[in-house]
């Protein structure tokens, strides 16, 4: 499913073999095939072997964080290039928190953002993009009746993942960008919320395009992709989704956690010298916060000043 795969390469069914132990094999993966890989009907392949992953996208099962099963995070992609990040700009309405951390999780994972605010006929992107200005973060505006282009020239030659909240538009942009997809479109439902929703992620490959040479590329649908786990992630690495917030770190002393009870943390001076936004350094003290358990687990995705923030 990579660039190197011509349009008319057959698609084959393969399972997984006995030999490949415990591992998993996750969308995105290059795989070792063996047996009948002909595509033809019926015909079955063994994957044999899992090739080393460039990158890797781990989600949390945040909905059951009282249990260790719960917080284990697993990998949901292999090999993405780019995490397109919808958000909506109105209904529901945006959510820095989590566009925040989808930025840690990029950085962390050596994958290129790319912001794609949907529903710009409902609220202009103003805000947002505000928030957003110290960073050099690729963006795109979508309206029903826009002509996708844009997002198409980005899209082209690379794997992305889509990653957003339920009712950003996700299904209704992978319809439009591939037709014959037939992503159900809805509004959210109780299936959509339970702790049994489907995680599969589905990977499209995007239709060539009359004007462009080349491979139009690969869109990674998560649907049931709530946020990302960042356990994982040092308080170091955690910055590196705030670049505007690092050059401020310089002054701190050795081993500052960067939260808000480090008395010396620079930080606060940074942000007071009008280096940076002070609503970047909350969020990430939030996000700092949610990693050891604290904050409050039912909103750790909004931050104050984002839109309808504590109603
Ligand atoms: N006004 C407006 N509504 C949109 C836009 N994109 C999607 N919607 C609507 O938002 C709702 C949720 O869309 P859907 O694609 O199912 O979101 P998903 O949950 O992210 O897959 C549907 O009623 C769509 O018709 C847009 O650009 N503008
Ligand atoms: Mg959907």
């Not at 073999?17 to 002909?38: F, I, Q």
């Not at 992978?174 to 990977?203: D, F, K, M, Q, Y």
């Not at 990674?220 to 050059?247: C, N, Q, W």
């Not at 003290?285 to 109603?311: F, Y």
Request: proline share 8%.
């Amino acid at each position: 499913m990579f660039p190197d795969a011509r349009p008319d390469d057959p698609t084959v069914t393969a399972m997984r073999a006995r030999e490949l132990g415990r591992k998993s094999v996750v969308v995105g993966d290059r795989v070792g095939l063996v047996g009948d890989t002909s595509g033809a009907p019926g015909a079955l392949a063994r994957i044999v072997r899992i090739a080393e992953r460039r990158s890797v996208l781990r989600r949390t099962a945040e909905d059951d964080a009282t249990t260790a099963e719960g917080r284990l995070e697993r990998v949901v992609v292999a090999n993405a290039d780019q995490l397109v990040i919808v958000s909506a700009l109105a209904d529901p309405p945006p959510r820095t928190g989590f566009i925040d951390r989808c930025l840690v999780a990029a950085y962390d994972a050596d994958i290129e953002p790319l912001l794609c605010l949907t529903k710009a006929d409902l609220a202009g992107p103003e805000a947002v993009l505000g928030y957003y200005t110290e960073l050099e973060l690729p963006y795109v505006l979508i309206r029903p009746d826009s002509d996708l282009a844009a997002l198409r020239a980005l899209l082209a030659g690379r794997v992305s993942v889509m990653v957003g909240h339920s009712g950003v538009g996700k299904s209704t942009l992978v319809n439009r960008l591939v037709p014959e997809a037939g992503r159900a479109v809805g509004t959210v439902s109780a299936i959509g919320r339970g702790r049994h929703t489907s995680t599969s992620a589905v990977a499209l490959r995007l239709p060539p395009q009359p004007d462009a040479d080349g491979d139009p590329g690969w869109i990674i649908d998560t649907p049931g992709v709530r946020s990302f786990g960042l356990a994982h992630v040092s308080a170091d690495s955690l910055l590196h989704g705030f670049p505007d917030l690092v050059e401020g770190t310089v002054d701190c002393p050795a081993n500052c956690q960067h939260t808000a009870e480090e008395a010396d943390c620079a930080l606060d001076a940074w942000v007071a010298a009008g280096k940076a936004d002070p609503r970047r350094l909350a969020s990430y003290r939030r996000l700092l916060a949610s990693r050891s358990g604290e904050g409050d687990p039912r909103e750790p995705e909004r931050n104050p000043g984002d839109p309808l923030a504590g109603s």
